[in-house]
Nanobody, 114 residues
Framework: QVQLVESGGGLVQAGGSLRLSCAVS????????MGWYRQAPGKEREFVARINWNDETTYYRDSVKGRFTISRDNAKNMVHLQMNSLKPEDTAIYYC???????WGQGTQVTVSS
């Protein structure tokens, strides 16, 4: 059974930082690209960042470039999202996803106050 469990969300003031983590079990983690997505109230889920399976290539949506950093630890089956200089518009539920599969985590709430 595949499980993706996010953690690290919370309430932070604008300009602050949070580090999200996603622990993965049930698949050979190192074979898959991993992604972070988010969904704000009343909006569709959107792509945030992606890291390829061998940790050599990353992708970001334009609005988070220079502020967010995705990383992975294949030895620990974990993917992280370091979020700096947070803005109120970053408020959303953040999900990790094993790319190429239908496997999603349950999400973690990030709220940025102005």
């Amino acid at each position: 059974q595949v499980q993706l469990v996010e953690s690290g969300g919370g309430l932070v003031q604008a300009g602050g930082s949070l580090r999200l983590s996603c622990a993965v079990s049930g698949r050979t983690f190192s074979r898959y690209d991993m992604g972070w997505y988010r969904q704000a109230p009343g909006k569709e889920r959107e792509f945030v960042a992606r890291i390829n399976w061998n940790d050599e290539t990353t992708y970001y949506r334009d609005s988070v470039k220079g502020r967010f950093t995705i990383s992975r630890d294949n030895a620990k089956n974990m993917v992280h999202l370091q979020m700096n200089s947070l803005k109120p518009e970053d408020t959303a539920i953040y999900y990790c996803k094993m790319e190429g599969t239908l496997d999603w985590g349950q999400g973690t709430q990030v709220t940025v106050s102005s």
